[in-house]
Nanobody, 115 residues
Framework: HVQLVESGGDLVQPGGSLRLSCVAF????????LSWYRQAPGKQRELVAS???????NYADSVKGRFTISGDNSKNTVYLQMNSLKSEDTAVYYC?????????WGQGTQVTVSS
């Protein structure tokens, strides 16, 4: 069983930056992936970025070049550095831990991009 705790969401102006953090507690087996998803009001949850336990990363086209996902295995933590934020990035951001036969979600953190 893995619990995830996200933090770092905030209100930020367009063009600004935020860094989200997600700490995983519990049985962190490998291989696994840690991902960031987001869900805007009235829209489906979508994948933003993911990183595997060996460091392979993947990004949604909408955030490539602006967002960076990174992990610290010693702290069981994954980060999402978000730069050049746009109003369309406004959403609740969720962290997900996954192995081949298990998945766990965090509670989400709100990111609002507005002037």
């Amino acid at each position: 069983h893995v619990q995830l705790v996200e933090s770092g969401g905030d209100l930020v102006q367009p063009g600004g930056s935020l860094r989200l953090s997600c700490v995983a507690f519990g049985s962190i087996v490998r291989p696994h992936s840690l991902s960031w998803y987001r869900q805007a009001p009235g829209k489906q949850r979508e994948l933003v970025a993911s990183i595997t336990s060996v460091g392979t990363t993947n990004y949604a086209d909408s955030v490539k070049g602006r967002f960076t996902i990174s992990g610290d295995n010693s702290k069981n933590t994954v980060y999402l550095q978000m730069n050049s934020l746009k109003s369309e990035d406004t959403a609740v951001y969720y962290c997900k831990f996954a192995t081949l036969n298990y998945a766990s979600w965090g509670q989400g953190t709100q990111v609002t991009v507005s002037s």
